[in-house]
């Protein structure tokens, strides 16, 4: 009978007993939608809070990562006809967004060492067409922001940034998602806050992107809704301000979501923690993994410790094999993903530092809730694995 591995080592939610009453408390209250967003509410001191933490003077609360930057697209104005520059080895819902506001996806390679955007390739992307840009602070270390924002001015485009993946994490001190003109986060299952299934938060010094994306994540309803729902004659006093979607947050998850802000940073130090531990252990023996590379100007959140290698698909199910829960983000760069061929398709070969990574990365388990032991046992199996 083949050997239960030693040990489990994988993802598992942080679901505190007071995390647990929040939650229950607004189950009990019988207020789970929030209808009217300037009104006192879990998700309206979510939004405060997060502001608060982050020094922005604006968010919206959302449903999800995804909705988070589809209303901070709309909201910076893009639509049919433009183009917004972003990378290919990202998730598939940034290209999804960028199409669904009717805009084109264009596309430029990333470093092989941060996977971030290669901001030295912007500039030659960008065509009279170009209305914004989307960095993704991929895996949890910012883009290199000065030269991005400076380009982004020199030609005058929006900058939506993309911060599911670097809640908490800082270029040169500040906090990503404040450099732009919008920053979305997620806080589904696995990322840095992770409110009990799906959430967003949409953050942005403009108050005018703030009140069209308050807008846009509620039905489009604003002033002529909430002054109409005050009528004393009905017929006709509710107008729609604008065609809108339904991107709200439970306020269940909203309640959850502010106890987790305050762990924000002492899960992102434990899991730089984790990954310096990784570090150490994996110096001690010969392998030819390529460890993560921070730069100088990075406050990492090590939501995802990459590594990559030649024998990713062998090491990856020796690992898993052992108890060792790794993934693959992302193993189809968007040119090369089937549904993106007629917005942003583009044969092999087009990107080659993002095609490279796609066959070589593989994210090791670095979560918060793991401790030096789990590190340790991980480090061992690959030490392992290098050995046999
Ligand atoms: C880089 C990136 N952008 C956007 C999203 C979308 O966030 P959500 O799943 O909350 O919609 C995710 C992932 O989940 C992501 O990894």
Request: proline share 5%; hydrophobic share 40%; charged share 25%.
């Amino acid at each position: 009978m083949a050997q239960a591995p030693a040990r489990d080592v994988r993802y598992k939610p942080v679901m505190t007993d007071e995390m647990i009453e929040a939650a229950t408390r607004v189950l009990r209250s019988g207020k789970y939608i929030r209808s009217f967003p300037l009104e006192d509410s879990e998700g309206k001191r979510f939004e405060e809070e997060f502001c608060a933490y982050i020094g922005a003077p604006h968010a919206v609360n959302v449903s999800s990562g995804t909705a988070a930057l589809h209303t901070g697209l709309l909201a910076a104005g893009v639509g049919p006809g433009d183009e917004v520059i972003t990378v290919p080895n990202t998730f598939s819902s940034v290209a999804d967004v960028i199409i669904l506001c009717g805009a084109k996806p264009v596309l430029v390679d990333v470093e092989p060492d941060t996977y971030n955007m290669n901001v030295g390739l912007v500039e030659r992307a960008i065509t009279p067409r170009t209305k914004a840009i989307l960095p993704v602070h991929m895996n949890g270390q910012a883009v290199d922001m000065d030269p991005l924002m400076a380009i982004a001015r020199r030609h005058g485009l929006k900058v939506v940034e993309d911060v599911c993946h670097a809640a908490g994490a800082k270029y040169k001190g500040r906090f990503l998602g404040t450099f732009g003109d919008a920053g979305a986060f997620s806080f589904v299952q696995n990322k840095c806050i992770s409110v009990g299934g799906e959430g967003g938060m949409l953050v942005t010094p403009d108050p005018r992107i703030w009140e069209s994306s308050m807008m846009l994540c509620n039905h489009g309803r604003g002033r002529r809704w909430f002054e109409g729902h005050k009528a004393y004659h009905m017929y006709r006093a509710q107008q729609i301000e604008t065609v809108g979607f339904n991107y709200r947050q439970n306020e269940l998850l909203s309640a959850i979501g502010r106890i987790q802000l305050r762990y924000l940073d002492e899960w992102n130090v434990r899991r730089r923690e984790n990954a310096a531990l990784y570090a150490r252990l994996l110096g001690r023996f010969k392998h030819d993994l390529t460890l993560p590379a921070t730069r100088p100007y990075a406050e990492h959140s090590m939501l995802r410790f990459v590594v990559q290698t030649p024998r990713r698909d062998e090491l990856r199910a020796y690992l898993e094999n052992r108890g060792v829960h790794v993934m693959v983000e992302y193993g189809t760069p968007i040119h090369l993903d089937h549904a993106y061929q007629p917005y942003c398709g583009a044969p092999e070969g087009t990107f080659p530092v993002t095609e490279r990574l796609a066959q070589t990365i593989l994210t090791l388990p670095c979560y918060q809730t793991l401790d030096a032991d789990d590190i340790g046992y991980v480090s061992e199996v690959i030490r392992q694995f290098y050995d046999a």
